[in-house]
């Protein structure tokens, strides 16, 4: 089965980066079920024409309702808490969330026959990288539980396919950013933690200054350098790994990034010169756990299975996020 419409269970897709994989599944014609407790996703980011189940991922009886209901041709899993900081405060929260209730819906998929699970991952299993750009092949060393509780899922699915066939991708995001073209989706947290929607916050006034973590990194302008990719082309990149397993392909894993990076400082410059407006920035002291440089080497992925990103510019990636906010957030 390969490029035709399937039944999709999207787990955690009433957020930022599940709902634009909604949408563009949804283009493209597959049936799609929504998945998601509310607790870090939005009602107004779910999809009007997918159905929308209210519950959480460990739920074991709603799991199994849900599989008795639809016969899914594949699973794809957002529902993590992603907040690195957050992690390194309350490993047992996230082990249980990311680990322990996906081992849940990895039991409910096995015991009724559902053998493809598409798995969002993160550049945090690397940990602190040894060279630049990073491929799939640098050590896996997370410095932090969020890392550790994705990596363990990535290491669960390896020896879920070995035992039972289940075949699975696991794309290890690098840093996503961006909103849908339409304006009707886009980034949205509570507490919002991260660079670019916390700029535009700081440009509407909503608060008053962003901080700059760090401004003695060993890089050219010593602010971290990152790796910006389009929410969009994720998205992308997770259609293409649901073909690979509607089409039987085998389990894998791929970098999703741009193999560029920029610093702190060079995204603050971007984003004045979208918006037109001077950002209040206060430099500030580093942020525990952030690597100097993070950029992924994504050639697997655009050589496998032809992945291109349509938005390689951050000046693009930074006006998508800014249309979305100045209307929504
Ligand atoms: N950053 C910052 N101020 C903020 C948020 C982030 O200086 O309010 C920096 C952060 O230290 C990192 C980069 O911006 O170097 C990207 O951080 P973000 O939280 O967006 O993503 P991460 O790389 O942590 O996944």
Known sequence: MSNQQARILVVGGAGYIGSHIVRQLINACHDVVILDDLSTGYRQLVHQDGEFVQGHLGDLNLLEQLFNRHRFDAVMHFAAFSQVGESMHHPLRYYQNNLGDTITLLKAMQSHGIRRFVFSSTAAVYGEPLEIPITES????????????????????????????????????????????????????????????????????????????????????????????????????????????????????????????????????????????????????????????????????????????????????????????????
């Open 138 to 329: 640098h050590p896996c060393l997370p410095t932090n539980p969020y890392g550790n509780t994705k990596l363990a899922v990535e290491r669960l699915l390896t020896d879920c396919d070995m035992a039972y066939g289940l075949r699975s991708i696991a794309l290890r995001y690098f840093n996503a950013a961006g909103a849908d073209e339409s304006g009707e989706i886009g980034e949205l947290h509570d507490p919002e933690t991260h660079l670019i929607p916390n700029l535009f916050k700081a440009a509407l006034g909503q608060i008053d200054h962003i901080r700059l973590f760090g401004t003695d990194y060993p890089t050219p302008d010593g602010t971290c350098i990152r790796d910006y990719v389009h929410v969009n082309d994720l998205a992308q990149a997770h259609l293409l790994a649901l073909d690979v397993l509607l089409a039987d392909g085998e389990s894998a894993v791929y970098n999703l990034g741009s193999n560029s990076g920029f610093s702190v400082k060079e995204v603050i410059e971007k984003a004045e010169a979208v918006i037109e407006k001077k950002i209040p920035v206060i430099e500030s002291p580093r942020r525990p756990g952030d690597p100097a440089k993070l950029v992924a080497s994504s050639d697997k992925i655009r050589r496998e299975l032809g992945w291109k990103p349509g938005y390689e510019s951050l000046e693009t990636i930074i006006a998508t996020a800014w249309r979305w906010h100045r209307k929504n957030v």
